[in-house]
């Protein structure tokens, strides 16, 4: 041998002996490539294998055989372009730059959880029935996106946006639509505009001037506010104290005539304003002295007053000191406590020394319970 050839055996020699090793690994029966796949440790080179991935055969990613520089991300493997041979997006695929995993479990490619910030473009544009779940059949007629009313979390509830919408409130409102009347509803015309807005069915106002009925038709406690149990006693209708525009009742509007019992049933400054701590004392009822109109001017009947009692008592507010004179010279005057009862006693004008009467008034002459005036 040359030295030329000595120096290239070596070499040959290492090439047969890889490629006789190749050859017997072809050779290797498919349970002992199981085998030796199961003796290695995927999850060292940082991918798990888990779900189908562990059902597939190495050369399905390891493609020519090659084992390092695989991609460890989904998209890599399963976007359209990929030179690994498995599953691809499909071309209606939601527009999104969101990865696989965002949305897709390792284990299956149905969707568990879905994130809409990596979505691109409207929601009709998936949400039409075909690629995801749309407007069902008895969707409220409206031009609006899905994004004026609905959010991302979940379908309902809604924010409604009544600006786009045509027709009347009863085209949608109607109990099959949308919520409508309620059985209990006050009965009147399908207009529901007429009393509600279209941010709450409450506060509503009320045109009662399409209502037909007398007020406790509806105004009876179960389809409308009614008589409280405080209210006063009387078989007038509603209208006759109240108006339409507030249950405030105006002094001049109340019907004493349909009110039943007495005046202080109501008028003891609890449902009605009664007695002033200042009032005369005096057991009579309020008819007596008052009228249903106003309570002065008032008559007085003095008949239940005690006779031997004091008229300074309640009229001390009313007392004139000029007309009282006890002497003239010099001039003095009758006190309070000297006039105890204006209409039984005598009323006297001394000379100066308070002794000889000048000028004699008899009781009852000048007051009487009788007479208008004093």
């Known amino acids: 041998m040359n030295a030329q050839f000595k120096r290239e055996l070596p070499t040959w020699r290492l090439l047969t002996t890889t490629l006789l090793f190749l050859f017997c690994f072809a050779l290797l029966s498919p349970i002992d490539a199981v085998a030796a796949k199961k003796k290695f440790d995927h999850s060292t080179t940082?991918?798990?294998?888990?779900?189908?991935?562990?059902?597939?055969?190495?050369?399905?990613?390891?493609?020519?055989?090659?084992?390092?520089?695989?991609?460890?991300?989904?998209?890599?493997?399963?976007?359209?372009?990929?030179?690994?041979?498995?599953?691809?997006?499909?071309?209606?695929?939601?527009?999104?730059?969101?990865e696989c995993e965002s949305c897709h479990s390792g284990t299956t490619w149905a969707v568990t959880r879905f994130d809409h910030s990596d979505v691109r473009g409207r929601c009709v544009q998936c949400h039409n029935n075909t690629t995801a779940m749309g407007k069902p059949n008895n969707h409220v007629q409206a031009g609006n996106a899905c994004e004026d009313c609905h959010i991302t979390a979940a379908w309902i509830p809604a924010r409604y946006d009544h600006s786009n919408i045509t027709g009347s409130c009863f085209s949608c409102h109607n109990g099959v639509n949308a919520t409508g009347k309620s059985p209990n509803h006050v009965t009147s015309s399908n207009n529901c505009d007429d009393c509600h807005t279209?941010?709450?069915?409450?506060?509503?106002?009320?045109?009662?001037?399409?209502?037909?009925?007398?007020?406790?038709?509806?105004?009876?406690?179960?389809?409308?506010?009614?008589?409280?149990?405080?209210?006063?006693?009387?078989?007038?209708?509603?209208?006759?104290?109240h108006s339409t525009n507030s249950w405030n009742v105006s002094a001049s509007r109340v019907d004493h005539g349909c009110v039943s019992g007495s005046c202080v049933s109501c008028h003891n400054n609890v449902t009605a304003i009664g007695k002033p701590r200042s009032h005369v004392q005096s057991n009579e009822l309020c008819e007596d002295c008052h009228s249903t109109r106003a309570w002065t001017p008032a008559t007085f009947n003095h008949n239940n007053i005690d006779p031997n009692g004091s008229c300074i008592a309640c009229h001390s507010g009313d007392y004139r000191t000029g007309p009282h004179i006890r002497r003239e010279t010099p001039q003095e005057y009758y006190s309070v406590t000297d006039l105890q009862n204006c209409a039984s006693s005598s009323c006297h004008?001394?000379?100066?020394?308070?002794?000889?009467?000048?000028?004699?008034?008899?009781?009852?002459?000048?007051?009487?319970?009788?007479?208008?005036?004093?």
């Open 46 to 98: 940082g991918f798990v294998l888990s779900g189908p991935h562990e059902r597939l055969e190495c050369n399905t990613c390891h493609i020519r055989g090659i084992f390092k520089g695989i991609p460890r991300q989904c998209v890599n493997c399963h976007d359209r372009g990929s030179q690994i041979g498995t599953t691809q997006k499909p071309i209606n695929h939601v527009q999104t730059s969101g």
């Open 349 to 374: 004008i001394y000379e100066s020394d308070n002794v000889t009467i000048k000028e004699s008034r008899p009781g009852g002459s000048q007051h009487s319970v009788t007479r208008q005036s004093w």
């Open 198 to 241: 279209t941010n709450a069915w409450l506060p509503a106002r009320f045109d009662h001037s399409n209502v037909s009925g007398g007020c406790s038709n509806c105004h009876n406690n179960v389809r409308a506010t009614g008589k409280p149990v405080n209210h006063i006693a009387t078989s007038c209708q509603c209208d006759t104290c």
